[in-house]
């Protein structure tokens, strides 16, 4: 049997990503889920924060990656939701010139997935502090995009995110439900809401776009993996 070997960049402050994307592909004959940590405690916008998304220390975790010569390497983060599409576009070059890999990240993974099914009035929900917060809201907005509804938990420690129970994930994706938006969106990959889309997209009617699992569907389409077999996952897994 052929395999298809994902290799994941993952923050190492991370738990919920890498048991989430293993779980994920189980059902696909062949693939795998692989992954390089780099430094990652604390996400807010100062320079000290923003200073662990340095290129060095990720191309260093994507070399290790491409030791297991993977077939593509996903950045499973959502620091270019603050950061900018051009760092993610630029983070995606380097990641493949270093390593001659295709690579991907969270958060261009989203965006595409908004892009097909034309969502123009997108809810977001985070477990970031509302200065981060506003500074996504602020980009989707300078992009020409347009954030309806908003929750957050107002966490900065990377681990915490981890321990947000899933119920009130789910909470805060019924609040903004409210708004009747065309998605909603979980940006964080570690916080839950990979293993609810399906439940909360028939209780509410709305696509739910995790970020976990949406970096998850962009590397089975750089792989040619058909998705279907896990499409009763959610709405993304059948596009």
Not at 114 to 142: F, H, M, S, W
Request: glycine share 6%; with cysteine.
């Amino acid at each position: 049997m052929s395999r298809s070997l994902i290799g994941v960049l993952t923050p190492s402050s991370n738990t919920i990503l890498e048991p989430a994307t293993s779980a994920l592909v189980s059902a696909l004959p062949g693939v795998s889920a692989h992954f390089s940590r780099f430094t990652v405690t604390r996400i807010a916008l100062s320079d000290e924060a923003n200073s662990q998304f340095e290129f060095a220390p990720m191309l260093a975790a994507a070399r290790l990656l491409a030791d297991a010569k993977v077939g593509v390497i996903a950045w499973s983060g959502t620091s270019a939701s603050w950061l900018g599409s051009e760092w993610d576009k630029a983070l995606c070059e380097a990641v493949t010139e270093a390593t001659a890999i295709p690579a991907c990240t969270a958060v261009g993974a989203v965006n595409e997935l908004l892009a097909l099914g034309q969502c123009r009035r997108v809810a977001l929900v985070t477990p970031y502090t509302e200065d981060v917060q506003a500074k996504i809201v602020a980009n989707y907005a300078q992009a020409g995009g347009r954030i309806c509804a908003e929750a957050h938990a107002g966490l900065s420690e990377n681990f915490a995110f981890s321990e947000v129970p899933s119920d009130r994930v789910k909470a805060m994706c019924r609040k903004v439900a409210a708004d009747r938006p065309d998605a909603i969106v979980i940006m964080c990959t570690n916080m839950r809401g990979w293993n609810f889309m399906a439940e909360l997209e028939a209780e509410l009617g709305i696509p739910l776009i995790d970020s976990t699992a949406a970096v998850v569907w962009k590397a089975l389409r750089i792989l040619g993996v058909d998705s279907a077999p896990i499409s009763a996952r959610g709405w993304m897994f059948s596009q």
